[in-house]
């Protein structure tokens, strides 16, 4: 069973950093999970996509309000997947999710299309 694990989150104060991490466990093979995303989720707001990245050749895609700002990685030897938030802002502030596609190689940007998630982690973003 595939099993997508978060850390990194914290509190930190608009226009710091942070590092979230994905290891994702159960995964045996490249072609069990072709694509891994980050999701994020307000208090009172959807679940809505942040990035994502494909594990065969690294290619990315980002929400507008991410661009410039966010960069998602992946390493294959830790079966792991990294999300590097810069400029933070207030409205950053969400619950952040790790999921994973089970099939498929685009770069999925809605929730349905992915079918393992993390428990989330928490970013706080003082102003």
């Known amino acids: 069973q595939v099993q997508p694990v978060e850390s990194g989150g914290g509190l930190v104060q608009a226009g710091d950093s942070l590092r979230l991490s994905c290891l994702l466990s159960?995964?045996?093979?490249?072609?069990?999970?072709?694509?891994m995303g980050w999701f994020r989720q307000a208090p009172g707001n959807e679940r809505e996509f942040v990035a994502a990245?494909?594990?065969?050749?690294?290619?990315?895609d980002y929400a507008d309000s991410v661009k410039g700002r966010f960069k998602i990685s992946r390493e294959y030897a830790a079966n792991s997947v990294y999300l590097q938030l810069n400029s933070l802002r207030p409205e950053d502030t969400a619950v952040y999710y790790c999921a994973a596609r089970s099939s498929g190689y685009e770069l999925a940007t809605t929730r349905a299309e992915y079918a393992y998630w993390g428990q989330g982690t928490q970013v706080t973003v003082s102003s």
């Open positions: 990245i494909r594990w065969r050749d690294g290619t990315t």
């Open positions: 159960g995964r045996t093979s490249s072609s069990s999970t072709s694509v």
